[in-house]
């Protein structure tokens, strides 16, 4: 049988096995700028956002390509900010242990982040960046309900007949778990931002834009239907330069809402539930006179479509009919907690140490390190490391100060059942993203606010002991008394299983008394 199964419907399978499996790369490009940009005097900073575009899965691995779009911000060969807008591609294989038998193109989810980016000039015309990516792999999947049944008589392996599979006695639990499969959609939105009128002007003389960057990020997750709705927001700042030699750095936002429909190919049985994770693939900016510019954002959403279903799997298992051996095995029986799309704020400061005669015009923030923890009380906390740096500028120059602070958030999740002595964890897949942020000079020290969202799905993750496989030892048939009645003292702790697997008999010939009868 293949590893996975996610056909829908409780009785496929009460076990899930997950796969999350994570690689470190690097994505390094050299590029040379287009004449009509000017030269490089100083890089003042460079945002990166990895946009994944296909995945594919191949033998023991899963292979995922995309691009890294940038945008960095320079001095250039007089007084003026410059932007220069790149991109590069990257294409990694992610090894997944057991392999990937099974799993379709539907089963598994990748998600790939910029961790850290470092750009270089190495010319007037021509930098270097590298950036060191993170990608990871998530997988689900039901296992089959029944062992497998094999016989042996004579040395020889054959399939075994009604009788004997009637012969055999499961004893089951009963499981609730989830499976996950990924699907995405993509969407737009459009807005526009005005540039300041100052006291005593009228507008700003030949506005012009510098630099233009955003973010999207889902806000809320609901399942409807056999598919996902998504709400969200994408922010975007732009940073603006006048003929007068000033720079302004202007917000402005628009909601969405896109559904994710799996079509025909998905028709769930059980209970669904979701999480989105968000990413803007292009934005554009056009001048509409008058210091009114409109900008337009492309963005894509990536869904997980959680089904949760019960089942059971079979804990023993024994033949009345003939010696036999089991083989037993460990399967992590995973269930979906809960979507997770919030929004915090945290900040800090630190010494200024080239703020004389500037002023802050703008800032870019981002956050790295993001992981998260469960409680035994089933909350989860979210840690990472946010750096935001703030462009200063003043006196026909220009510097990139940076304020670096840790950030924590929690938030609880829906509380677990467990049984006594279950080895029980939890899986979070998480992103946190800065989606706005605000710089200020106080004094000798420069002050950092950042506003950040977090796109998280949270599953629990029980491991139990199953039994995969019985073989019949037909040579060997149960020795029975005849028809006899035998009073049994159980020790305590025995059920009604231990006896009659004890005594090769089926379970509902045991009594529940003290003494147990088995007849």
């Known amino acids: 049988m293949d590893r996975f199964d996610n056909g829908g419907g409780g009785a496929r399978g009460p076990a899930s096995e997950r796969i999350r499996e994570t690689v470190t790369h690097e994505a390094t490009e050299e590029f040379t700028l287009p004449d009509y940009l000017p030269e490089i005097r100083k890089i003042l900073s460079c945002a990166a956002e990895a946009l994944p575009e296909n995945k594919y899965v191949d033998g023991p691995q899963v292979e995922s390509s995309g691009i890294v779009v940038y945008s960095v911000l320079y001095l250039g060969d007089g007084p003026e900010l410059c932007s220069a807008p790149l991109q590069s591609e990257y294409s990694v294989k992610v090894p997944v242990r057991g392999g990937t038998e099974g799993v379709g193109a539907r089963d598994a989810g990748v998600t790939t982040v910029c961790d850290s980016v470092v750009c270089r000039a190495t010319g007037p015309r021509t930098l270097t960046v590298t950036t060191k990516l993170v990608t990871s792999v998530l997988a689900t999947g ?5 062992p497998d049944v094999t016989a042996v008589s004579g040395g020889e ?10 012969s055999m006695e499961y004893l089951r639990r009963d499981v609730r778990c989830s ?16 540039v300041p009128v100052r006291s005593g002007e009228e507008e700003i003389s030949a506005p012009a834009v510098v630099s233009c960057t955003g973010a999207a990020h889902a806000t809320e997750v609901a399942a409807a239907g056999n598919g996902l709705t998504v709400k969200g927001e994408v922010r975007v700042r732009a940073l603006m330069s006048g003929s007068d030699g000033e720079y302004y750095s202007i917000d402005s936002s628009a909601p969405f809402e896109e559904r994710i429909d799996p ?6 049985a059980g209970d669904l539930g979701g999480a989105a994770f968000t990413r803007l693939a292009s934005l554009s900016v056009g001048d509409a006179g008058g210091g009114r510019f409109t900008w337009t954002a492309e963005f ?4 997980e479509i959680w089904e949760t279903c019960d089942g059971e799997t079979v804990c023993d298992a024994y033949s009345v009919k003939y010696a036999d051996e089991a083989v037993t095995a460990d399967v992590d029986t995973v269930r979906f907690l809960c979507g997770i799309g919030a929004t915090f704020s945290a900040g800090s400061s630190v010494p200024a140490g080239q703020s004389r005669g500037k002023t802050v015009i703008s800032s870019a923030g981002r956050v790295t390190g993001c992981r998260a923890d469960v409680r035994d009380d089933g909350t989860v906390i ?10 200063l500028a003043g006196d026909g120059a220009a510097s990139a100060e940076e304020v670096s602070f840790p950030v924590k958030y929690e938030r609880s999740a829906p509380a677990q059942s467990r049984e006594a002595g279950a080895s029980v964890s939890h899986d979070v897949r998480c992103a946190m993203k800065v989606i706005s942020s605000a710089a200020r000079l106080d004094g000798d020290r420069l002050s950092a606010d950042a506003e950040i969202a ?10 139990i002991r199953t039994v995969s496989g019985v073989t019949l030892k037909k040579d060997e048939p149960v020795k029975t008394d005849g028809n006899v009645i035998r009073l049994y003292y159980p020790d305590e702790g025995e059920t009604r299983w231990d006896i009659a697997k004890r005594y090769r008999v089926s379970p509902d010939s045991v009594s529940g008394e003290n003494p147990a009868v088995v007849s």
């Open 300 to 303: 894509d959403v990536d869904g």
């Open 142 to 146: 039901r296992e089959r309900a029944e």
């Open 382 to 391: 979210f840690t990472g490391n946010c750096t935001v740096t703030a462009i």
């Open 179 to 194: 499976t996950a499969r990924f699907y995405g959609t993509t969407g737009d939105v459009s807005g526009e931002f005005t």
């Open 157 to 166: 392996t054959a399939d075994p007949t009604p009788a004997d599979l009637m």
């Open 454 to 463: 977090i796109e998280a799905s949270a599953a629990v993750r029980e491991r």
């Open 263 to 268: 079509g025909g190919d998905f028709s769930p």
